[in-house]
């Protein structure tokens, strides 16, 4: 099970880091990834990490934004978001998946957070 949160409420700018916290195993060896959904729009991925190397991978819209990064022992991984927009206002969600590689389709994760709420005001 994952538990998302450390969404709310932003300026333009601003900064926020949201965490999703697995009970239960979650193998350093699997990806972890985010996806976001705006009001009206599909889900899209955000930012993904690869299980045992780490490397990561990233929408062209929050490159260079927001940083993705993980803490095995905790079982645990965070999403920095630095330099908000108003754009960035979406339901974030947390997945893990059992393949080592993220991919930036929700077909490839199979564990799924709940979602924490995340608003830019202009």
């Known amino acids: 099970q994952l538990q998302a949160y450390g969404g709310g409420l932003v300026q333009a700018g601003g900064s926020l880091r949201l965490s999703c916290a697995a009970s239960?195993?979650?193998?350093?060896?699997?990806?972890m990834g985010w996806f976001r959904q705006a009001p009206g729009k599909e889900r899209e991925f955000v930012a993904g990490i690869r299980g045992n190397v780490g490397s990561t991978s990233y929408a062209d819209s929050v490159k260079g934004r927001f940083t993705i990064s993980r803490d095995n022992a905790k079982n645990t991984n965070y999403l920095q978001m630095n330099s908000l927009k108003p754009e960035d206002t979406a339901v974030y969600y947390c997945a893990v998946s059992t393949f080592s590689s993220p991919r930036a389709t929700m077909s490839h994760f199979h564990y799924w957070g709940q979602g924490t709420l995340v608003t830019v005001s202009s």
């Open positions: 239960g195993r979650i193998f350093s060896s699997y990806a």
